[in-house]
């Protein structure tokens, strides 16, 4: 163990911190700069490329902890070496919050229903639900809620490697983080059964409440862009897509960090790899089937308050273009490209389709937040400074919020049971 917390003392070089600061800051600085000197399109591009963003990356921060739990639940020995770069997204958290806040101050700007309410046969039927004092109070709760289990899930997984790395390596090992998490720590052994006990029954009820928060979060935040659609599927499809392109990443930085590390190699194998790249195809043909579901039941029920949001991405131009090409994209260009076994033991492939990978969700978010706020008959993609500036923001945010983490935790959790050198080929 001790070999492993020597190799996992990560340190970013100071150049690539910069370029990452020098990120967050083009993103801030574009952003108001959009809303201080755009008109009202260059305002309306400003919020919505905040919320295209804060939907992905929040997302992600919160899909990193779900796989955690995942493997928590199923006690899945092969993604053991993945468990600790999975909670580590969860140190975007915060931001995202504060991030999912100042999207509160776009609402005028983002949502009809703020100042023109959907009426049917003269009643404003939705009001109750879309008004913002609710809007506000629902979403600050969930959010609270889900991000707070989250919480208590990370600390509780990573307290027994803290403690077990200062028996190993000192007390001073891990700094700051370790002196407050490991405060009335107790004897190791008790702590990790105890600990233990307590992640197996936190993890079911986070998984429960990612499903129903996670979806309550999207439907609110993304589906009613358009007041007049509703899609009971559309949470669980959104939240798929979160996944998978955590997943992506989650191979990239593996695949770093075992091209670094051949002490870290021998956990992070060519075998677990190809497990967890096996896992992007198959969310691949979930989120497409998804997709399908959602397609199918509104093309053959028919009715008028359903089918526009399809209409106009599927058959309408530009989005048409855009919808074949994330159809190409997430479908079949990943189908085919992670079928063949050779390539998806291929590291530095592998890495490439997971930065591919999430690059498309990330279009697809772009593609079911900016028609909805579009007139009819005026649809454009715009992709430009706007778009890349922010979103380059929220990228170097959140991996400066990542390695922060990462310099104080083992990369592996030492002191979990199911973690070894191989089990069975995998």
Known sequence: MKEIIEHSQIELPKSLKTVLWAFVLLGAGMFVIGLATGNEEGITRTWQTLLINVMFW???????VILSVIWQITDAKWGRPFKRLAEACAAFL????VMFILVFFGSTVLYEW????????????????????????RNIFWLLLLYGISYWFVVTSIKPDLGLARR????????????????????QEDEVTRLNQLSSRIAPALALLYAIGGSFLVWDFVMTLDQEWFSTLFG?????GNLQATMGILIAIAVTVRNHSKVLAEYITINRLHDLTKLVFAFSLLWTY???????????????EETPYLVIRSQTEPWST?????????????????????????????RFMGIYVAIGQWLAVYMMVVPSLQHFGHYHILLGFHELLITLGFGGAFFLCYVAFLEQVPLLPISDKHLCKSWHGH
């Open 58 to 64: 929040g997302g992600i921060a919160q899909a990193g």
């Open 94 to 97: 915060p931001v995202a919050f």
């Open 114 to 137: 703020t100042h023109t309410p959907f009426m049917h046969h003269g009643v404003a039927v939705k009001a109750g639900w879309l008004n913002i004092e609710f809007f506000v109070i």
């Open 168 to 187: 190993i390596m000192g007390s001073r090992w891990g700094g700051v983080l370790a002196d407050k998490l490991l405060d009335g720590y107790g004897d």
């Open 236 to 240: 669980v499809f959104f939240l798929i």
């Open 290 to 304: 998804m997709a399908f579901s959602q397609y199918i039941v509104i093309w053959y029920a028919d009715l008028p």
């Open 322 to 350: 855009l919808f074949l090409i994330l159809f190409l994209w997430l479908f079949v260009s990943v189908f085919l490209g992670l079928m063949p076994k050779t390539l998806c033991r291929t590291p530095n492939y592998i």
